[in-house]
């Protein structure tokens, strides 16, 4: 079992500029998590899926925060335009509705300069 | 409002002493907990759950308690070794059906072991 994928494992970018990071669950999982982790606020659930659907993405901060999961196998989080205060490690996260225990992926560190 | 905290956000231990790391919930209505180790530069790695029907439930050197009564949860890791050095969280199942049905879990802020050898 390959776990939870994550891309790129570091990322640093501009102000201004878009990011792209993706996410491959554990074949099977029918739930798919985005989260932030940061120093000041810890673990932040930003949005999740059910079945490919989106349904519940009322931690997403702002509008430059955009998250899709065209298939059962992928999804992506985009920043655009990416800030400063962006800078974060976020995670990806699936679960099997039956156990609910979310497994984690490695993370993207995100520096946004 | 809902929340789950930890009450000692660092704890030292000596290596093959028994650790114990606290947390306490809120929401009365959980009821599936989970404990979850995360070393530097890592993901959050699975170590235990429990659901509110039981009051303790036991690993391989870990033991989790559950005290409904005082909304209190604990990690206990027996013969602390170095590799166990990490942030602890505990997480609550935060039951938000829509439909579909979901499982959203509430972090708390963690605490960080450090086993001294």
């Known amino acids: 079992d390959a776990g939870v994928i994550q891309s790129p494992r570091h990322e640093v970018t501009e102000m201004g500029q878009e990011v792209t990071l993706r996410c491959k669950p554990i074949s099977g999982h029918d739930y798919l998590f985005w989260y932030r982790q940061t120093m000041m606020r810890g673990l932040e659930l930003l949005i999740y899926?059910?079945?490919?659907?989106?349904?519940?993405d009322s931690g997403m901060p702002e509008d430059r925060f955009s998250a899709k999961m065209p298939n059962a196998s992928f999804s992506n989080l985009k920043i655009q335009p990416s800030e400063p205060r962006d800078s974060a490690v976020y995670f990806c996260?699936?679960?099997?509705?039956?156990?609910?225990?979310?497994?984690f992926g490695p993370g993207t560190r995100l520096l946004v300069l | 409002g809902e929340s789950v905290g930890l009450h000692l956000p660092t704890l030292s231990v000596q290596e093959g002493d028994n650790s114990i790391i606290n947390c306490a919930y809120s929401n009365s209505a959980s009821d599936y907990f989970i404990w979850y180790k995360q070393e530097s530069g890592k993901g959050p790695q699975f170590i235990i759950d429990?659901?509110?029907?039981?009051d303790k439930r036991q690993g391989q050197r870990v033991t989790v308690l559950l005290n409904k009564t005082v909304k209190h949860l604990s990690l206990q890791i027996a013969a602390t070794q170095p590799g166990d050095s990490a942030v602890y969280f505990c997480a609550e199942n935060k039951r938000a059906y829509s439909g579909a049905g979901s499982y959203q879990l509430t972090f708390g802020k963690g605490t960080k072991l450090s086993v001294i050898p």
């Open positions: 899926f059910n079945n490919n659907v989106p349904i519940d």
């Open positions: 996260a699936s679960s099997d509705r039956a156990k609910e225990t979310q497994y």
């Open positions: 429990i659901r509110s029907n039981m």
